[in-house]
């Protein structure tokens, strides 16, 4: 939904738009350092975070979504590449957010 708008912008501006609006703080966030399987492709990432925004979105604006998806604890665990919660399926990952915790 972003691209629609932003279709022109590179993804440093568009990245650098959003963090200075929502205030987002530096960090030491690596989840690929620890990772001891293949990382997955960013665009395959972007694609999963995508889908969940897009399941999660409600009558919420897109960045205001994209924001607490990624603040929420479910990025935290997608990010895990170790685990198999990233490569779940949707609908799995969509009734954990909703849900607030990993379901069994």
Do not use: W
Request: charged share 25%; with cysteine.
């Amino acid at each position: 939904m972003i691209a629609e708008v932003n279709h022109s912008l590179s993804f440093e501006q568009v990245s650098d738009e959003l963090i200075k609006k929502y205030g987002i703080q530096e960090g030491n966030f690596d989840s690929v350092g620890n990772c001891i399987y293949e990382v997955p492709k960013h665009v395959d990432i972007g694609k999963n975070y995508y889908r969940l925004i897009e399941d999660v979105i409600g009558n919420k604006s897109i960045t205001d979504t994209l924001y607490e998806v990624m603040t929420s604890f479910i990025a935290e665990k997608m990010s895990n590449y170790n685990s198999s919660l990233y490569y779940s399926n949707r609908e799995y990952l969509r009734e954990c957010y909703k849900a607030g915790m990993i379901l069994d």
